[in-house]
Structures are given as structure tokens and as C-alpha cells.
């Protein structure tokens, strides 16, 4: 199956990717901050939910990619590393997020579901998806469709363990990030330089 060594590289990709300010984890943060804990929470599970939505849609969609046509894995994978282009160049023009401060009135249930309608309906997830995971698949080793599965897994696990970080340290972090407009500067630069080295590795893969 997929080589450890690959998993390591691939799982500190998606830490980075995940830790690099975003709607979705300043939506966890501005939760917790405002309402605590268990809100953030609820908020991440949401969240991390609606993942495994695009995990199954994209493992199924890559894995005929892979069996049926060198020309639409050949257009996928240009697709793919234009993408993670624009996402860099996105990410090194970005300055600092603007984190809000008013109270929500979203009862547990609703901040729950909120996570989960954010995610399924965010068609740039699944693009994410498309462009991100093959390059660390390969048919040599398998299942393609098992092998995207394993690897949606490692980036929901990657996702709750850095949303969840953010969620229980909302207070601190949350002053830390409305002060510090360098430190949000200093992530989005990070997350470019690693969007820029996936797109490198997906112009050089092969089917």
C-alpha cells in the first residue's frame, strides 16, 4: 500500500495546510473564542464530516481517472497543478484575516450542521481534493480508490487535530491572532510555498 515514508511527507503537508489561516479554521477560532469550547468542537466534527463527502466522491472519480485515460489523467493533472498555482499565488498576496468579534446566536446543533453545509457545499474542496491526493497515489501499489480513501483519512485526522488545537486554545490564540497580523502573514506564505511544491510534484507525476 502507500509507502510510510510518503504518508509522513504527505500528513506534515496537510499539518501545514490546515494550520494556514482559512474560513474554516477562523470559523472554528471565532466560535470557541465567543462560545467556548465545546461549540469549536462540534464545530470541527461538522466540519471534518462534510470531508468525508469529498473524500468518497473524489477517491471514486480519480480511481476511473487512473484506469481509463492517459489524456484526462494527462488534462487532471494539468488542472490540478494550475489550481495549486493560483491557491500560492492567493496565499503569498494575502495579508492578514479580519477575525470578527460579534456574538453568534447559533445554538450546539446548528453550529454543528453549519460545519458540515460549509464543507459539502465548498466546491473548492473537492477541486482541492482532485488536484491534492492523486499525487500521492499510484496504481502500482493498489486500489487507487483505497489508496484515496487512506489518504482523505490522514487529511481529516490532520484537520481535527489542528482544528481541535484551535478550538481548545481559542482564547489565547484568538488574542494572539487579532494582534498579530505578522504571524498570520507568515502561515499564508508558508501555505504558498506548499502549494507551489505540490503543483511542481504534480506536473512531474506519471500515470
Excluded at 479554521?25 to 466540519?47: D, E, H, P, Y
Excluded at 488542472?79 to 492578514?96: E, P
Excluded at 456574538?103 to 460545519?115: E, M, N, P, V
Excluded at 490564540?173 to 494582534?179: N, Q, S, T, V
Aim: with cysteine; net charge positive; charged share 15%.
Amino acid at each position: 500500500m502507500i509507502p510510510s515514508d510518503v504518508l509522513v511527507t504527505y500528513f506534515i503537508a496537510c499539518i501545514i495546510l490546515a494550520i494556514a489561516p482559512g474560513p474554516d479554521n477562523i470559523f472554528v477560532l471565532t466560535q470557541s473564542a465567543l462560545r467556548g469550547r465545546k461549540a469549536g468542537i462540534l464545530v470541527v466534527l461538522g466540519l471534518c464530516s462534510g470531508l468525508l463527502v469529498h473524500t468518497t466522491g473524489v477517491s471514486l472519480g480519480v480511481a476511473v481517472i487512473f484506469q481509463t485515460s492517459e489524456l484526462a489523467f494527462t488534462l487532471l493533472k494539468l488542472a490540478g497543478a494550475g489550481y495549486l498555482i493560483y491557491l500560492a499565488w492567493g496565499a503569498f498576496r494575502a495579508g492578514a484575516t479580519e477575525i470578527e468579534g460579534e456574538k453568534s446566536t447559533l445554538t450546539h446543533a446548528q453550529l454543528f450542521r453549519r460545519g458540515i453545509i460549509m464543507n459539502i457545499t465548498n466546491p473548492k474542496v473537492t477541486i482541492f481534493f482532485l488536484a491534492f491526493l492523486p499525487q500521492f497515489a499510484n496504481p502500482a501499489r493498489g486500489s487507487i480508490s483505497i489508496q484515496m480513501l487512506i489518504l482523505g483519512g490522514f487529511f481529516i485526522l490532520a484537520s481535527i487535530l489542528v482544528f481541535g488545537a484551535i478550538a481548545l486554545a481559542a482564547g489565547t490564540l484568538g488574542d494572539w491572532l487579532k494582534r498579530s497580523e505578522k504571524a498570520q502573514k507568515v502561515m499564508n506564505r508558508v501555505a504558498g510555498v506548499v502549494f507551489l511544491g505540490l503543483a511542481a510534484k504534480l506536473l512531474l507525476s506519471e500515470r
